[in-house]
């Protein structure tokens, strides 16, 4: 590893390093269950910058959560929050009294409003942007910096793959930060979207077998064991109700989704639920599967959310360690060119 190329990878994610106020312009995707002050911190603290997953928290829960993390990191963090979440606005209320710096709208289109309170109470907004056509209206409607994620990623997933929403995006919006994310695993790939116009990258999948990371074991081992085709994405059983596919390693609780879709589309049709109503019962039951994987360690009826780089992680590391390793990748990648 040269000096050479450290400086060639700081001279390009700069604008991402001051953006986020990091040594790595390393943004950790908001995993729920996973994304909390352990993680956070251990990210924070590694030269990264650690995002808490709010998912369905109530906003009592979400202070305890970030002043949680502000005991274990002096470094910054900032919060992803579910712009369909029924207490949106009070959510936004806890961030601006804890003076969280960074707020991630994710989930949906964020509603002009929340950007606006935000932006007024000092908080730098980070949006998703699926699409060019939806990036340049965010930014339009004041986001501070997007993110790009593909298909590869684990979790809830839109249909187009990372390299043509990067070669889509990246070379028409200059005028704020964008992060890739999704099927990022190695420095290399870091690199290459880097040179491609990126400010950052965010990562999930790699990150989950941290030693920091509160998962179970049984879930950590599953990511070790893994391989990238072990990882894909739910179905769509009825067109007339569009569900977000989810990427997950396949096991029972997948069967169990399935299963849960026919009932919610069940109650929808006979008028029990609306689209709302039923679209939030399919997120609270990722939230109990995700959560049995999780913390409880049921790897067979749980949800192994992952994304298809899950292939490349072998063993449970110090975050220090994964980061150093990304970047060892990264600049001896530049260092082949340039020899």
Known sequence: MSGTSQQRIDDLWARGKAFLGTEYAIMGGAMSWISERHLVAAISNAGGFGVIACGSMTP???????????????????????????????????????????????GGLPPGTAIKKLKEGGVKVVCFAPALVLAKRLVRSGADALVIE??????????????VLAQEILPNITDVPVFVAGGIGRGETIVSYLEMGASGVQLGTRLVCAQECIAHENFKRAFIKASARDAVPTVQIDPRFPVIPVRAIVNKGTDAFMETQRKVIEKHNAGELD???????????????????????????????AGQIVGQVKSEQPMVEIFAELMQQACESLDSRAG
């Open 150 to 163: 593909g298909s590869e990623a684990g979790g809830h997933i839109g249909p187009v793959s990372t390299s």
């Open 275 to 305: 689209q709302q109503e039923a679209q939030l019962e399919i997120e609270h039951f990722w939230a109990g599967a995700l959560k049995r994987a999780v913390i409880d360690g049921d790897v067979e009826g749980g949800s192994l959310m």
């Open 60 to 106: 009592d829960l979400l202070e305890a959560e970030i002043t949680a993390t502000k005991g274990m990191t002096a470094k910054p963090f900032g919060v992803n929050l579910i712009t369909m979440h029924p207490q949106l606005d009070e959510l936004i209320d806890v961030c601006l009294k804890l003076d969280v710096t960074h707020v991630v709208l994710a």
